[in-house]
């Protein structure tokens, strides 16, 4: 009997095992072990020529990138064999496209006999198996989208729980040999940890701390969790994100990344409010306090690599108009002439993108002049008899606007339960032929409309009240704010940390109108209220324009 070319006795024979991590609960009958006993049964009993086994263990069936089966592919490319066999179609693999692709047109073509043999298959002969092959194929795939759904059911479900459910723990902890999914903090490096968090808080970059580490030969996560023995160097993306990991406050977020589909390992990242964050499963290693510093410092950081300078107030600058950040560069040339040393300018991003009419600014006379506004402010400030009453009056404004926002709640509420109503009369209507269907949709679709709008903005009220009564929850104390103003006027030279503590942002307009944000309710309130000495936009404007004309700057 002749195939394509080969006789029956000239088979030469490579046998395909594949174990995946979904058969894992099917223990011996789909092992390794038992697959080749009953592939090496069939062969010795058929008399075949066996030449190599391929084996991909823990390897799904619904990838073809398998190291084992590329091999094997490749032995047929060198017409090392020309036979292979499997336990049964789902070995071979479970995308039914996939599948289907190898047994209609690769290995017709490549004269390839393949034999399934718990499934009848065998290409070899004509059986009324081979033509259902494909529905089994089919039903193989079915088989491992159903499991997949299985798996990410399990592991959803683990993930609420706060289970930590990734194979390689986070620096600074190790698996918990007592506990299952669950972390323990490793001694060996919880002060790299504490150290990184430490030198950010006072002021210290990324790639500050990255050189320090190096410096110090301390082994990078990847050098320490495989201890390899050419060590790879920290750099300043590992420091950060360490540093937005909330996992060294004791929380585990999971759900961060997905695959597209259980056939791709492609994996996308998942929007940040379909997170799951379930907070204090494991010990900490930073207390929040420290944490929540951090992250301010982060959400106030310049991206910018523009300039190798750290100016003072680099990252708290926003275009007043455009609301882009605003970065400090350098001048070469003003009005035409070069200059000696570089002049350092306050620029828009946004100038260049949607021409934003925000002007350049000399960054050495802002920084001096605002300083200075500065000082004279927390001077004031500290007449605390001064700005008892305004504050007082802030506080009744806020809780008068809560209660404001909760009564137009409650007049949603009534108009929803109204139009609702509404809606369910005119249904009756309809079936009593009192309005016609079209009517009814008309009527309905508008009622619905209106519905959505109010549910809309209740769920807006809802959200400001939240943020309101959280403010007036975590008020900062006299005393907390004392300490900062007192620390920053009685600094030889201010420091980039101390100044993320007193200022949000500082916005400046086409102008050169400069606007204050106080990271405190309370100081943005005084800021608006008292008279305009301490006003920056009033007291500097002038002086600011001078200098500009000065300077000839444009």
């Known amino acids: 009997m002749i195939f394509g070319n080969i006789n029956i006795n000239n088979f030469k024979v490579g046998i395909y095992i594949r174990l995946s991590r979904e058969d894992g609960d099917k223990q011996e009958s789909e092992s390794i072990i038992n697959q080749r006993d009953i592939i090496m049964r069939y062969v010795n009993e058929n008399g075949l020529q066996f030449v190599n086994e391929y084996v991909d263990d823990g390897v799904s069936g619904t990838t073809f990138d398998r190291p084992a089966f590329n091999n094997m592919i490749r032995a047929i490319e060198d017409n090392q064999i020309n036979m292979i066999i499997t336990k049964d179609l789902s070995r071979l693999g479970r995308d039914y496209i996939k599948t289907g692709y190898y047994l209609e047109n690769y290995f017709p073509e490549h004269n390839i006999r393949y034999v399934a043999i718990n499934d009848g298959i065998d290409t070899f002969l004509d059986s009324t198996c081979n033509d259902i092959t494909p529905f089994k194929a089919i039903m193989n795939d079915m088989y491992a989208k159903d499991i997949s759904k299985k798996i990410r059911s399990v592991v959803k479900e683990k993930q609420k729980k706060g289970e930590y459910m990734c194979t390689i723990p986070p620096y600074g902890y190790k698996k918990d040999p007592n506990m299952k999914n669950h972390l323990i903090i490793d001694e060996k490096v919880k002060d790299v940890v504490e150290t990184i968090f430490e030198l950010y808080s006072n002021g210290k970059g990324t790639r500050y701390i990255a050189n320090y580490l190096n410096n110090n030969n301390i082994p990078s996560p990847l050098s320490y969790i495989k201890n390899l023995k050419t060590p790879k160097k920290w750099n300043d993306v590992t420091i950060l ?53 951090v992250q301010f410092y982060l959400a106030n950081r310049d991206m910018s690599r523009k300039t190798k300078h750290d100016f003072l107030f680099r990252g708290l600058l926003v275009c007043h108009t455009c609301k882009r950040k605003l970065t ?37 006379k802002f920084e001096t002049e605002f300083l200075k506004y500065l000082k004279d402010f927390c001077k004031l400030y500290a007449d605390k008899e001064h700005l008892k009453n305004i504050y007082a009056t802030y506080e009744d404004k806020t809780s008068s606007i809560i209660a404001k926002y909760k009564k137009e709640i409650e007049t949603i509420d009534n108009k929803i339960i ?62 907390q704010i004392d300490n900062i103003i007192n620390d920053f006027l009685n600094m030889e030279h201010i420091s980039k940390s101390l100044l993320y503590r007193l200022l949000e942002k500082i916005e400046i307009d086409e102008n050169k109108n400069v606007y204050v944000f106080f990271n405190f309710s309370k100081l943005n309130i005084i800021n608006e209220t008292i008279n305009e000495a301490i006003s920056f936009k009033k007291l500097c404007k002038r002086d600011l324009n001078t200098y500009n004309r000065k300077s000839k700057i444009v």
């Open 241 to 293: 994100n360490m540093l937005k990991n909330e996992v060294y406050i004791g929380n585990t977020v999971s759900n961060k990344k997905t695959k597209l589909s259980y056939k791709s390992k492609k994996r996308v990242i998942m929007p940040k409010d379909q997170y799951i964050k379930i907070e204090n499963t494991h010990e900490p290693i930073i207390d929040r306090e420290m944490y929540q510093k």
């Open 418 to 479: 109204t139009i609702s109503s509404q809606i369910d009369n005119i249904y009756f209507d309809k079936l009593n032929k009192v309005i016609t269907e079209n009517d009814y949709f008309r009527y309905s679709n508008k009622f619905i409309c209106d519905r959505n709008s109010l549910e809309k903005r209740k769920v807006e009220l809802n959200e400001i009240i939240q943020n309101l009564e959280l403010e007036q929850s975590q008020k900062i104390t006299d005393s």
């Open 328 to 364: 400090v560069g350098s001048k070469t040339i003003v009005n035409g002439i070069k200059v000696k040393d570089p002049i350092p300018y306050i620029t828009c991003t946004g100038s260049r993108i949607n021409n934003c009419p925000a002007q350049h600014m000399n960054y050495n």
